[in-house]
């Protein structure tokens, strides 16, 4: 018998998470030069990082034998500053995926539920199986979020909502008015988390103030990264906002020193960088233009995106995308996700949506 059988069933029936394919990995399997490839799959900043925050973070460097902070007072700090919210109410993750798994540590267990959309982030369903309960996915509309249905999916053990906005992989969204009278609906023993990693790339007329609701709804918490618009997924930083007493279970359970110290002091400078993100927000509009425009001309189909990436649909998305993957351009399969006809892919630079979009024409052809 493998000691492997010994671990409950709950956590040896999750699949485990497939991330984007690397370039390192790509160059390897097809004999391509790194150099080469596009990789337009996981919705990373194609300006990178600000240089503000690339001083800081070689700035930490040099400090690399000491712990870093594990209470990121000063990150925490830049946070209160800008949000208005007290140093108690964050959790500094490694990464927002950490935020969603602190989550799950701190209110799930076998006999509880969560209740999350169908083609909705990945992450909701592996938390919530790994703490042993249970998940209530409800069915999407218009590939997006059904607040009603998903209201009405709450039953007496149910402890936790999971809701993306923008959604990732369908970048679908979901009006500010909407996402009040969702919570005003929702009881207050169940945790709202308002997953919003794609926030800072919202059209002006689509922008609310979800942290202005926590004086309001007790039970809310919003997630957030400094992975996409921020350029850091490399370092791995996220933060939940919440009620302190929300907080202060979630940082029970976090490990200590889970940021490193570099990732604590870009992120301290990324946070005050405005232009760096409204230079991202505009190259992010511009190229999903380019990209739109181009699905609009070959007769495909695809999901308005309000993040950083489209969803388009292809019929053959394995072929296509391996048709893709020869010519080095790497995009996101979202079959995992219930989509096994659509690909996901990241709005890049101008002349790398270019390259993707005269290599989808041959996949294609």
């Known amino acids: 018998m493998s000691i492997a059988t010994l671990a409950p069933d709950y956590i040896r029936s999750i699949m485990a998470y ?112 790994a703490r042993g309960a249970r998940g209530i996915e409800v069915p999407a509309k218009n590939f997006g ?105 979630m940082n029970r359970v976090r490990q200590p020193f889970n940021v490193s110290s570099v990732g604590l002091a870009a992120a301290e400078a990324a946070l005050g960088d405005d232009e760096f993100i409204a230079r991202s927000a505009e190259v992010n509009r511009r190229g999903m233009a380019q990209l739109t425009r181009a699905f609009a001309e070959l007769g495909l189909e695809w999901i308005p995106s309000a993040g950083n990436f489209v969803t388009f649909k292809v019929g053959d998305a394995v072929g296509v995308n391996q048709a893709l993957l020869r010519q080095g351009v790497i995009v996101r399969p979202i079959a995992a996700y219930g989509m096994p006809h659509w690909l996901r892919v990241s709005v890049g630079l101008p002349e790398e949506n270019a390259r993707f979009v005269a290599a989808l024409k041959q996949a294609l052809a």
């Open 18 to 129: 497939q991330p984007g394919k690397p370039i390192s990995e790509l160059a390897r399997e097809m004999g391509l030069l790194e150099s080469s490839i596009v990789k337009l799959a996981s919705n990373e900043n194609p300006l990178g990082m600000s240089s503000h925050a690339r001083d800081a973070a070689h700035a930490a460097i040099a400090d690399m034998a000491r712990y870093p902070d594990g209470g990121a007072f000063a990150l925490k700090a830049a946070l209160c500053r800008k949000f208005g919210v007290a140093a108690d109410q964050l959790v500094v993750g490694n990464g927002s995926n950490d935020i969603l798994e602190l989550v799950s540590q701190a209110f799930l267990a076998p006999g509880l539920s969560a209740v999350y959309s169908q083609h909705a982030f990945a992450v909701y369903p592996l938390a919530t199986n």
């Open 145 to 249: 979020h059904d607040l009603d249905a998903m209201a009405a999916a709450i039953e007496p053990q149910t402890r936790v909502v999971f809701i993306a906005n923008p959604n990732n992989p369908t970048g679908t969204f979901v009006s500010g008015t909407a996402l009040e009278a969702f919570l005003d609906a929702v009881p207050r023993h169940v945790l709202v988390v308002l997953d919003e990693a794609y926030t800072e790339y919202l059209a002006p007329e689509q922008r609310y103030d979800s942290i202005a609701w926590l004086a309001r709804f007790p039970n809310l918490l919003v997630s957030r990264t400094f992975s996409k618009a921020y350029g850091l997924a490399g370092l791995r930083v996220g933060y939940g906002v919440t009620h302190a007493s929300v907080a202060d279970l």
